[in-house]
């Protein structure tokens, strides 16, 4: 039984973003964002005048007077995500919103009431709340091993109910009462019992009806409208989900006519049907009285105002009103939750779907310019219809909308506005896996190096080094190492700026090529071998960073080369190092930085510092040398969605890093951003600086990591700090960490030997 006590957080559910976008539309530092998608809709609730939809994403509302949307994720106060439930009780004025994981979200007086002990408890098996029904003061959740009751005025727990074979658990798909008794659908059957039965706890007084086509079958949903229960059957017959109306001893198909239905609920005293491609209202006699067809539909709400709300896969939140579809209802976003590579260039954000499960997925990618997701799929761009989805990114330096794709199983696409190109073996040097036909060619890296060469790294080839020339031509690039084969995995390919070419070979070690003048290629294998002599096989990111150094993220944290130019000259064993971090326990020892993590993604800031993204632990930002910790981002500590960290990306134009998890995107304004040889359009915001503002005050625009100076209007100095890159940060303090007096206050950028300076100004209001 989960009688623990509640986990409040008393957060403002409703305001309009975060701290709020400061003047000059600049993000303030340290804001997250989420970036989900809001298209495929799941569940509808109506509260007073707004409808929330919930979507594989997250939460969103929409005002039916002013049509304003607001969404809701972590980011904003909500507990989790991966919604999968969603019910509003009306006396009681609470939204209710159940996970898959189990956590439990109580909206209550713009504040979020979060029930995390499903979630921490240690339970086998799925903890998905699936659906909820109010019956008096408490919410009944149908869960993924039994029944939860929530009392939803004290904010606690009261009851579990496991009712399977021998009290054992058993998949609860959905709830509905008669007011006398309680019925379960059931993966295996419908199970009833009554709901003033004096120990529901025990599995005895629960009992599975026999009343019922197979009463071992599956049913999905159940509900009690006008003395009769119904139930969703699959009928092994006719393949179609039929629906049947149950009673004491007997059972009878009352489906309205032979659809695939999915979902029958009860809303504002009339019955609503749910089937693959329609929807339709019954009144209390039974009559039709309504109906929409849209492409997917999920769920299906009708209001107190006569209007249909439908949930569907596709088209997002879509409402129907006197028989007219309106358009699609829903916030801008990527289609999928899906994420793969992120790049950042002039610009924009290029962002592919992942690795698809399913190699004729066609979810493509998505791009963010200009505050907009645009995706770029099949459904945008026709001739991707053939590619799917995309994993791999890389963007043309010289042309910002021209980019490459590449795909586990097809080759390689090149994207240019609306013109599409497929390279597969059938049009270029691209070989297929081999013993295989058309459709694998493993693409597993790409990137331009500085000569504008696109170098791309397959699986399983003898030959697994591919590079397309500014003109155009491809080449297959023949290397010496004989270790190539149809077992090889190659986790990635980095061009660096020196002209080395990096090719990570998973579980074997680390080929280092280059071209010469005269065309040949010079190379350098070897295995990954810290200053301890302890290897590492496996692989999984690269990074260059600002000094040239290269950094490769590993299963054991990340292993540096210093001065990688002459790499391939160098004579004997080629020793990485791993940054040892003190212990605290008054030895002198130490452990390798992240030795226990494995390095996903790797990205280096405008001041140098590096952000590594981890498979269990979160997100780091490590000092320049990688010996102080900056941030540890997790699922616990912050709106991190996931502790899966699969991709970043950093806007080196504003700070803000891109994170990819494996339950989707989301953001967060870092201070450091990319400097310039020269001062660019130096400016400070926000500025005037107001007796309300708390937060961070940035100098932006300028030489990389100079030397500022804060001084009042006499000359006196305030504050001193070095740039992050192309900014600076101040916190409006003095040295003492006194907030500063209302004035004009003078500021002073320096580089280190006073060649290059600027000098600004802001108001501040004490």
Same mark, same amino acid.
């Given at each position: 039984?989960?009688?623990?006590?509640?986990?409040? $957080?008393?957060?403002?559910?409703?305001?309009?973003? &975060?701290?709020?976008? +400061? $003047?000059?539309?600049?993000?303030?530092?340290?804001?997250?964002?989420?970036?989900?998608?809001?298209?495929?809709?799941?569940?509808?609730?109506?509260?007073?005048?707004?409808?929330? &939809?919930?979507?594989?994403?997250?939460?969103?509302?929409?005002?039916?007077?002013?049509?304003?949307?607001?969404?809701?994720?972590?980011?904003?106060?909500?507990?989790?995500?991966?919604?999968?439930?969603?019910?509003?009780?009306?006396?009681?004025?609470?939204?209710?919103?159940?996970?898959?994981?189990?956590?439990?979200?109580?909206?209550?007086?713009?504040?979020?009431? *979060?029930?995390?002990?499903?979630?921490?408890?240690?339970?086998?098996?799925?903890?998905?709340?699936?659906?909820?029904?109010?019956?008096?003061?408490?919410?009944? #959740?149908?869960?993924?091993?039994?029944?939860?009751?929530?009392?939803?005025?004290?904010?606690?727990?009261?009851?579990?109910?496991?009712?399977?074979? *021998?009290?054992?658990?058993?998949?609860?798909?959905?709830?509905?009462?008669?007011?006398?008794?309680?019925?379960?659908?059931?993966?295996?059957?419908?199970?009833?019992? %009554?709901?003033?039965?004096? !120990?529901?706890?025990?599995?005895?007084?629960?009992?599975?009806?026999?009343?019922?086509?197979?009463?071992? +079958?599956?049913?999905?949903?159940?509900?009690?409208?006008?003395?009769?229960?119904?139930?969703?059957?699959?009928?092994?017959?006719?393949?179609?989900?039929?629906?049947?109306?149950?009673?004491?001893?007997?059972?009878?198909?009352?489906?309205?006519?032979?659809?695939?239905?999915?979902?029958?609920?009860?809303?504002?005293?009339?019955?609503?049907?749910?089937?693959?491609? !329609?929807?339709?209202?019954?009144?209390?006699?039974?009559?039709?009285?309504?109906?929409?067809?849209?492409?997917?539909?999920?769920?299906? %709400?009708?209001?107190?105002?006569?209007?249909?709300?439908?949930?569907?896969?596709?088209?997002?939140?879509?409402?129907?009103?006197?028989?007219?579809?309106?358009?699609?209802?829903?916030?801008?976003?990527?289609?999928?939750?899906?994420?793969?590579?992120?790049?950042?260039?002039?610009?924009?954000?290029?962002?592919?779907?992942?690795?698809?499960?399913?190699?004729?997925?066609?979810?493509?990618?998505?791009?963010?310019?200009?505050?907009?997701?645009?995706?770029?799929?099949?459904?945008?761009?026709?001739?991707?219809?053939?590619?799917?989805?995309?994993?791999?990114?890389?963007?043309?330096?010289?042309?910002?909308?021209?980019?490459?794709?590449?795909?586990?199983?097809?080759?390689?696409?090149?994207?240019?506005?609306?013109?599409?190109?497929?390279?597969?073996?059938?049009?270029?040097?691209?070989?297929?896996?081999?013993?295989?036909?058309?459709?694998?060619?493993?693409?597993?890296?790409?990137?331009?190096?500085?000569?504008?060469?696109?170098?791309?790294?397959?699986?399983?080839?003898?030959?697994?080094?591919?590079?397309?020339?500014?003109?155009?031509?491809?080449?297959?690039?023949?290397?010496?190492?004989?270790?190539?084969?149809?077992?090889?995995?190659?986790?990635?390919?980095?061009?660096?700026?020196?002209? #080395?070419?990096?090719?990570?070979?998973?579980?074997?070690?680390?080929?280092?090529?280059?071209?010469?003048?005269?065309?040949?290629?010079?190379?350098?294998?070897?295995?990954?071998?810290?200053?301890?002599?302890?290897?590492?096989?496996?692989?999984?990111?690269? +990074?260059?960073?600002?000094?040239?150094?290269?950094?490769?993220?590993?299963?054991?944290?990340?292993?540096?080369?210093?001065?990688?130019?002459?790499?391939?000259?160098?004579?004997?064993?080629?020793?990485?190092?791993?940054?040892?971090?003190?212990?605290?326990?008054?030895?002198?020892?130490?452990?390798?930085?992240?030795?226990?993590?494995?390095?996903? &993604?790797?990205?280096?800031?405008?001041?140098?510092?590096?952000?590594?993204?981890?498979?269990?632990?979160?997100?780091?930002?490590?000092?320049?040398?990688?010996?102080?910790?900056?941030?540890?981002?997790?699922?616990?500590?912050?709106?991190?969605?996931?502790?899966?960290?699969?991709?970043?990306?950093?806007?080196?134009?504003?700070?803000?890093?891109?994170?990819?998890?494996?339950?989707?995107?989301?953001?967060?304004?870092?201070?450091?951003?990319?400097?310039?040889?020269?001062?660019?359009?130096?400016?400070?915001?926000?500025?005037?600086?107001?007796?309300?503002?708390?937060?961070?005050?940035?100098?932006?625009?300028?030489?990389?990591?100079?030397?500022?100076?804060?001084?009042?209007?006499?000359?006196?100095?305030?504050?001193?700090?070095? +740039?992050?890159?192309?900014?600076?940060?101040?916190?409006?303090? !003095?040295?003492?960490?006194?907030?500063?007096?209302?004035?004009?206050?003078?500021?002073? &950028?320096?580089?280190?030997?006073?060649?290059?300076?600027?000098?600004?100004?802001?108001?501040?209001?004490?």
């Amino acid at each position: 039984m989960l009688r623990m006590k509640d986990y409040k $957080i008393h957060l403002f559910f409703f305001f309009t973003f &975060c701290i709020n976008v +400061a $003047i000059n539309g600049q993000l303030p530092n340290g804001v997250w964002r989420d970036h989900l998608p809001y298209s495929n809709a799941r569940r509808i609730a109506e509260v007073n005048n707004k409808i929330f &939809c919930s979507t594989t994403g997250g939460l969103f509302s929409y005002n039916k007077t002013d049509f304003a949307l607001q969404k809701f994720s972590k980011v904003n106060g909500l507990g989790d995500i991966g919604i999968t439930a969603l019910n509003y009780n009306e006396g009681l004025q609470v939204l209710v919103i159940g996970y898959d994981n189990g956590n439990i979200d109580m909206i209550k007086n713009d504040s979020v009431i *979060n029930l995390p002990d499903i979630k921490r408890k240690l339970i086998i098996g799925d903890k998905a709340i699936n659906n909820i029904q109010f019956i008096n003061n408490y919410a009944y #959740l149908a869960c993924g091993f039994g029944i939860v009751v929530v009392d939803i005025q004290k904010n606690e727990f009261k009851d579990t109910y496991l009712f399977g074979p *021998n009290g054992n658990q058993i998949f609860v798909n959905d709830i509905a009462t008669d007011g006398e008794k309680i019925f379960a659908s059931t993966n295996q059957g419908i199970i009833s019992a %009554y709901l003033n039965s004096p !120990n529901l706890v025990d599995y005895n007084y629960w009992n599975k009806l026999s009343s019922l086509p197979d009463e071992n +079958a599956e049913y999905k949903s159940i509900a009690y409208f006008q003395g009769k229960l119904l139930a969703i059957y699959q009928n092994p017959l006719t393949s179609s989900s039929d629906i049947i109306e149950i009673s004491k001893d007997s059972w009878k198909t009352w489906s309205p006519e032979p659809l695939n239905y999915r979902v029958i609920n009860v809303h504002n005293n009339l019955l609503v049907l749910v089937s693959d491609y !329609n929807s339709q209202v019954y009144d209390q006699s039974f009559n039709l009285v309504y109906q929409a067809a849209t492409v997917l539909p999920q769920y299906a %709400y009708y209001d107190k105002d006569g209007i249909l709300w439908i949930a569907d896969s596709q088209k997002g939140l879509m409402k129907s009103v006197n028989g007219v579809l309106s358009t699609d209802i829903y916030p801008n976003g990527p289609k999928y939750i899906d994420v793969g590579e992120l790049v950042y260039s002039n610009g924009k954000l290029w962002v592919g779907s992942g690795n698809a499960t399913n190699v004729y997925d066609n979810k493509g990618a998505y791009l963010f310019e200009n505050e907009k997701w645009t995706n770029i799929n099949r459904e945008t761009l026709p001739p991707l219809e053939a590619f799917g989805s995309i994993n791999n990114i890389a963007a043309d330096p010289a042309d910002p909308g021209h980019i490459f794709g590449g795909h586990t199983g097809l080759g390689v696409v090149e994207i240019k506005g609306d013109e599409v190109s497929v390279f597969d073996e059938t049009n270029s040097v691209f070989k297929t896996i081999e013993g295989y036909g058309h459709g694998f060619i493993f693409v597993t890296g790409m990137s331009f190096d500085t000569e504008n060469n696109l170098w791309v790294s397959t699986d399983y080839s003898e030959n697994p080094v591919y590079v397309r020339r500014p003109d155009g031509s491809w080449e297959n690039i023949k290397l010496k190492y004989d270790g190539f084969g149809s077992f090889t995995r190659i986790e990635d390919i980095y061009a660096s700026k020196t002209g #080395l070419i990096w090719l990570l070979m998973y579980r074997l070690g680390i080929l280092v090529f280059r071209e010469n003048a005269d065309g040949s290629v010079s190379e350098r294998f070897f295995t990954v071998i810290n200053q301890e002599g302890e290897l590492s096989e496996r692989m999984h990111s690269i +990074a260059e960073d600002n000094d040239g150094n290269i950094w490769i993220g590993t299963n054991s944290g990340p292993v540096i080369y210093y001065n990688p130019v002459s790499i391939i000259e160098q004579s004997g064993t080629i020793v990485g190092n791993q940054v040892i971090i003190p212990r605290n326990d008054g030895t002198n020892f130490g452990d390798p930085l992240l030795k226990n993590e494995k390095i996903n &993604c790797i990205k280096i800031d405008g001041a140098n510092r590096k952000w590594m993204a981890t498979e269990k632990s979160g997100v780091f930002l490590m000092s320049v040398d990688g010996k102080k910790e900056i941030h540890n981002f997790n699922s616990e500590n912050s709106p991190l969605f996931s502790d899966n960290i699969l991709s970043i990306e950093i806007n080196d134009e504003n700070g803000e890093v891109f994170f990819g998890t494996d339950k989707g995107i989301l953001s967060f304004k870092g201070q450091a951003t990319k400097g310039d040889d020269n001062y660019y359009d130096v400016y400070v915001y926000p500025n005037p600086v107001r007796e309300s503002y708390r937060g961070d005050i940035t100098i932006t625009g300028l030489v990389a990591n100079v030397n500022v100076k804060i001084t009042d209007i006499a000359g006196n100095l305030v504050y001193e700090t070095t +740039a992050l890159g192309g900014q600076a940060i101040w916190d409006g303090t !003095n040295f003492r960490g006194d907030r500063v007096q209302t004035g004009v206050y003078m500021v002073f &950028c320096t580089n280190d030997d006073g060649t290059k300076t600027h000098v600004t100004k802001l108001l501040f209001i004490h």
